[in-house]
Structure formats: C-alpha cells, structure tokens
C-alpha cells in the first residue's frame, strides 16, 4: 500500500485530479470502522504508515525518540481533528462557491494551511472548475498531512504520525461508540 500512497503524491503532481483518489483513505477507514473493523485500515491497509514506516525504519531516517506526551494527548489529538475538519470543511465550502460560480478556481497548493504553491504542471480545463477546485483543495490537505507525518516521523519514531492522526482519531471514535453501543453505555 506505500506504493500506492507515494503514486498517489507523484501523479497529483503532474495531473491535480488524480487527487481525487484521496478520497478512498477518507472513506475506507470510516466504512471499516462502522463495519467493526476498529482500526483494522489503520494498522493495516494505510498507506502512509507503510510509507513512513519505511522511510523511518528501512531507510533509517527516523531518530527513534519517544513521541512527547502531548501530541498523544486527547486534548491534542481531537483538537487536531477539529482543526483538520475545519480545514476539509473550508476546503469543500470553497469547492461549493466555485461550483455556484461566487469564486474563480484557484490554481494552488497551499502547503500546512499557510504557503501557497503556484500550479504549472498540467492543463485541467477539460472538467468543471469545481472539480478541480475540489482536487487543489484535497491535494492540499494530503500533502501537509504527509509533510506533518515526515516531520514527525524523522524527529520521533517511524510512525508518530498515526498517534495523532485525525482519520485515527475518528476510527478511534468510531470504534469507542460502537462498543458503548453495543454494551448499552450512553455516550
């Protein structure tokens, strides 16, 4: 699956709609864990662990530090997926003005919600604005997820990244309330 995950980064490089396979590491994880799969996607299937688990354990790039306290935190962690939703929402709510025709599309990659990276690598203009404002805005978030993962994982241990990441997170809950449910535990 890292294979999948490092085609994913270099295609939306040369062609931004290819960034719409993205959607599958949004969806599948959340299906599983309705399912009762827990976070089988994660420990398992998820292609960015496998990527960051290589580079850190195989290629040695990872300082093999304990992750600190905080980032493990729950305070930390379902703030981060507050702030990532934030994010994805602002990221769909553009899509939705540029489908409406309020905004022009955006031909940018913005890199950790801050830096702006101009696009010059492929024509789109043989689909709707919308869907390659979508594409830009998706890209976006799976590119600053993966540089937050390298970061994280060459400081701390290969796979810091999934202590905090925000799809864990949801499965984590996801899997929590079933099993609430389940036992007849109001939540």
Do not use: H
């Not at 962690?77 to 507050?82: E, H, I, M, N, S």
């Not at 203009?125 to 404002?133: D, G």
């Not at 540089?147 to 997170?169: D, E, N, Q």
């Amino acid at each position: 699956m890292w294979i999948i995950s490092a085609a994913y980064l270099f295609l939306g490089m040369f062609n931004i709609l290819f960034a719409w396979l993205g959607m599958i590491c949004f969806l599948v994880p959340i299906i599983m864990s309705v399912a009762g799969k827990g976070k089988g996607y994660c420990n398992n299937y998820c292609g960015r662990g496998q990527l960051l688990d290589l580079m850190g354990n195989k290629m040695k790039l990872s300082r093999y530090r304990d992750i600190p306290k905080f980032l493990k935190s729950k305070t930390f962690r379902y703030g981060f997926l507050v702030f990532f939703l934030i994010m994805f929402s602002n990221m769909v709510f553009n899509t939705y003005l540029v489908f409406k025709g309020s905004n022009e599309l955006k031909e940018v990659i913005t890199i950790l919600w801050t830096f702006k990276m101009p696009w010059n690598f492929s024509e789109i203009s043989m689909v709707n604005p919308w869907v390659s404002q979508f594409a830009f805005g998706f890209f976006s978030l799976m590119v600053t997820s993966t540089i937050l993962g390298i970061i994280t994982m060459i400081l701390f241990k290969p796979r810091s990244w999934c202590v905090y990441c925000p799809m864990g997170t949801m499965t984590q809950m996801i899997s929590k309330a079933k099993y609430n449910d389940s036992k007849g535990i109001d939540i």
